[in-house]
């Protein structure tokens, strides 16, 4: 029965975003679940997380709410991530309140919930409020991923650095994995900001997480962005975030 219940609170979280619903664009059709399960189980991924073993590549957009659009009122931000073919995988809705999102803004506390096509839950990203500044090196971001959701698979953590934006990430034992590593400066004035995924080393280039630079509309009035990720397929216990990486 409680099974039954949360499925039917995390469906209606996710209800205006289901395959049918009349606001997503045509061109937008999601890939089918059945189409998962033709998927070679290469690496031993959560439920739902089948499909990410044939992708190299996903992008992932920001929905643009008309009131922020009109008013520059900021809302609770909403993504859908798609394949290299514009198909729709996975959503994404971020949960904070009205407080947080004004006086916090990009270091707001929040959670997003990572859905896939048919509603279900399949990873869940935690980020408490925390500090984020190259002059204390203390209480810095730090992510929490869940998949499935309530069963840690890794964490985010900021690293101190007085001149580049660093972190790293760590698997459920807080073992470090990778490192990812941005540019000096990441306001992103018409042109994309790149981040590179790393060996721990930091000598090697594994793949990069770009912000692409959304138009001068939405970059001037609103906080609307797009992101991309790039990985190996056979990248080992793949995480996915977006905004640990917004407003830096």
């Known amino acids: 029965m409680a099974s039954q ?9 996710f209800k205006d975003y289901l395959p049918g619903s009349s606001d997503v664009p045509q061109q937008n059709t999601p890939v089918e679940p059945s189409l998962w399960k033709q998927t070679s189980h290469t690496h031993n991924l959560p439920p739902g997380l089948e499909y990410l073993n044939q992708l190299d590549q996903i992008i992932i957009h920001q929905q643009v709410e008309l009131l922020e659009a009109i008013l ?5 931000s909403k993504y859908e991530i798609k394949n290299p073919l514009g198909q729709r995988v996975y959503f994404a809705v971020e949960e904070n309140g009205c407080f947080d999102r004004k006086l916090c803004s990009p270091l707001r506390a ?11 839950e399949v ?3 935690i980020r408490p409020l925390r500090c984020n500044s190259c ?11 869940q998949s499935p959701p ?21 698997n459920q034992s807080k073992e470090d994995v990778l490192k990812i590593i941005g540019p000096c400066a990441t306001c992103g004035c018409f042109e994309d900001v790149d981040f590179e995924v790393k060996a721990l080393n930091e000598m090697t280039t594994i793949g990069k997480i770009s912000k692409y630079w959304s ?12 992101f991309g990720i ?19």
Do not use: H
């Open 150 to 170: 309530g069963t840690i698979a890794g964490y985010v953590v900021q690293n101190w650095d007085p001149f580049l934006p660093k972190f790293t990430i760590q």
């Open 215 to 226: 138009g001068f509309v939405n970059n001037v009035f609103t906080n609307t962005a797009n």
């Open 230 to 248: 790039q990985v190996p397929v056979d990248l080992d216990d793949l995480m996915f975030f977006e905004n640990s990486l917004d407003g830096l």
């Open 5 to 13: 219940e949360s499925q039917g609170q995390t469906n209606s979280i």
């Open 72 to 76: 520059g009122t900021e809302t609770s």
């Open 110 to 120: 929040f959670t997003i919930r990572i859905a896939d096509n048919a509603g279900r």
């Open 135 to 145: 002059c204390f090196p203390c209480f810095l971001q730090e992510l929490e991923v």
């Open 123 to 125: 990873i869940r990203v």
